[in-house]
């Protein structure tokens, strides 16, 4: 009985932590929870919750970091390339700003999700509490949209 309630807290956790991390997020996470057995919606309430723990940090921290680490040249290439790579994907974002976001997020294809959407929101200046709501109304879209495409493949 114990094993089974860790084993059910492992899985839980392991969803959560896969929401967190980038590029996975909660596309990847939702569809690796229902495949260890968790319920559509179980797997994205964790995979949500799991992929907003980020958000907070990136939003607040990611300018201040980046320009500390500006002052290193290697670091200067890196941040660069991330600065290009991520205002190139956001042209809806520039000209709609917190809806454009939301959509931005709200979309959950590869690229597309709170973290791109966060460094986005801090390079273009959006202010922090319309960056945080933007994001997570357009993550819970994203987490619907994954659970329900989830539940059509759990029950073909």
Known sequence: MINQILEFASNEI??????????????????????????????????LIGSMIPVPFLLILLKPVFIKLRKSPYWTKVINRITQRTLRKTKQIQKYKSLGLLLFVAIPLPTTGVWTGSIAAALLNIPLRYAFVSILVGNCIAAFI??????????L
Do not use: Q, Y
């Open 14 to 47: 392991m969803v959560l932590l896969m929401g967190a991390m980038p590029v996975m997020e909660l596309k990847g996470a939702i569809p690796f929870g229902v495949s260890l057995g968790l319920s559509p919606i179980h797997a994205a309430i964790l995979g």
């Open 146 to 155: 994954v659970m329900t495409l989830s539940h059509v493949a759990v029950n």
